[in-house]
């Protein structure tokens, strides 16, 4: 089993608010990921990170930002959540650089997002 | 065009049955190649990596054409709990690692 944590698992916000996505993993990986996925709609990758202090933008344009200030944590924030934002958030890790084994990617349980 | 593209299905399929499922990739620098399972609601779970050679695992098995630029997994003697959404991944290890997915397909496995 993937030691990777998201919280919370289910979120009902109003809109305006300000929420932030917590995603952290235990396994040292350097390499990790937020993607988007709609009810029966494939993955969409948002953000992503190589290690501390780096950040870059995925696939899909996003208004959520994040943070990588430690190996371990990877939050996910929305400055004014919006019902458009309502999804599943979906965080991922993976090894990375010399003697990574494979490009594996272990999932989070995911955030659902209800913005009403 | 998508860059991996899958039948999104649903395959109905009898308890018993053998089932395979295609995918094909449009970027030939793709090195590395994986089935996912995602269950209803869940997160995406490794099921197997894809070897050049083919390779299989119990009732599962994987094979990668690369001049074709596809994927097929083949699931044999189905089981009601194999239902589920399968994805097709594959990593340009030229562009830092990145995976694609394909938008899955999902089977359902009848009793």
């Known amino acids: 089993e993937a030691d990777i944590y998201q919280t919370p698992r289910y979120l009902v916000i109003g809109t305006g608010k300000k929420i932030t996505l917590e995603c952290s993993q235990t396994?040292?990986?350097?390499?990790m990921y937020w993607y988007q996925q709609d009810p029966g709609m494939e993955l969409h990758l948002i953000h992503y990170?190589?290690?501390?202090?780096?950040?870059e933008k995925g696939d899909l344009s996003s208004e959520s930002t994040v943070s990588r200030i430690r190996t371990e944590h990877f939050p996910l924030t929305l400055e004014s959540a919006r019902p458009s934002h309502t999804s599943q958030y979906l965080c991922?890790?993976?090894?990375?650089?010399?003697?990574?084994?494979?490009?594996?990617?272990?999932f989070g349980p995911g955030t659902r997002l209800t913005v009403l | 065009r998508k860059e991996v593209e899958q039948d999104p299905g649903p395959f109905n399929v009898p308890e018993g049955a053998t089932v395979a499922f295609n995918c094909t990739y449009s970027?030939?620098?793709?090195?590395?190649f994986f089935w996912y399972r995602q269950d209803c609601r869940k997160e995406p779970k490794l099921l197997m990596s894809?070897?050049?050679s083919g390779n299989e695992d119990g009732r599962f098995t994987a094979q990668l054409n690369r001049a074709s630029q596809y994927i097929s997994l083949l699931i044999r003697d189905s089981k009601l709990s194999d239902s589920a959404t399968y994805l097709c991944?594959?990593?340009?290890?030229?562009?830092?690692?990145?995976?694609?997915f394909g938008g899955g397909t999902r089977l359902m496995v009848k009793p």
């Open positions: 991922a890790s993976s090894e990375y650089g010399p003697g990574a084994v494979t490009d594996t990617q272990y």
């Open positions: 396994m040292g990986h350097d390499k």
């Open positions: 990170s190589y290690g501390v202090n780096s950040t």
């Open positions: 970027n030939s620098a793709s090195q590395s």
């Open positions: 894809v070897y050049s």
């Open positions: 991944v594959v990593a340009d290890n030229n562009a830092g690692n990145m995976l694609t």
